[in-house]
C-alpha cells in the first residue's frame, strides 16, 4: 500500500502562485509514476501531469502547459506542482495519484490517490 498527502492548496489571486507537494509513504518503489489531477464543482477529472519516479520524465496536459511544472524529490519521497498564472478556472480540487509502472494521463490507470486540497483562484 502507498499513501499519498497533498498539502499546499489554499485562496490565491488571478495571476499567483502556489507550490502543492504530495508526500508519498508505506510501499514506494522506484517504478512508480506519480500523476496530479484537478476535477472542478460538476465536472470530470481532468489529468495535468505526471512524472516518471525515477527517470524525470515529464508529460503535461495542454492546458497547463508553459504554466505548471511537476517535480519530485526522491530523498523526500515528495511530488511537486508548481502552478505560476493562475487562472480562476483553475479552482478545484487538486490530487495527487500513483500508478504503478504506467504511463497514461486516464485517472483509471492509477492505483494510489491522495485526499485532494482546495485550490481557489480569485478575480
Known amino acids: 500500500q502507498v499513501q499519498l498527502v497533498e498539502s499546499g492548496g489554499g485562496l490565491v489571486q488571478t495571476g499567483g502562485s502556489l507550490r502543492l507537494s504530495c508526500a508519498a509513504s508505506?510501499?514506494?518503489?522506484?517504478?512508480?509514476?506519480m500523476g496530479w489531477f484537478r476535477q472542478a464543482p460538476g465536472k470530470e477529472r481532468e489529468f495535468l501531469a505526471y512524472?516518471?519516479?525515477?527517470?524525470?520524465?515529464?508529460t503535461y496536459a495542454d492546458s497547463v502547459k508553459g504554466r505548471f511544472t511537476i517535480s519530485r524529490d526522491n530523498a523526500k519521497n515528495t511530488v511537486y506542482l508548481q502552478m505560476n498564472s493562475l487562472k480562476p478556472e483553475d479552482t478545484a480540487v487538486y490530487s495527487c495519484?500513483?500508478?504503478?509502472?504506467?504511463?497514461?494521463?486516464?485517472?483509471?490507470?492509477?492505483?494510489?490517490w491522495g485526499q485532494g486540497t482546495q485550490v481557489s483562484v480569485s478575480l
Open positions: 495519484a500513483a500508478s504503478v509502472g504506467v504511463f497514461s494521463r486516464s485517472p483509471s490507470r492509477y492505483d494510489y
Open positions: 508505506g510501499r514506494t518503489r522506484s517504478n512508480y509514476v
Open positions: 512524472i516518471n519516479w525515477s527517470g524525470g520524465v515529464t
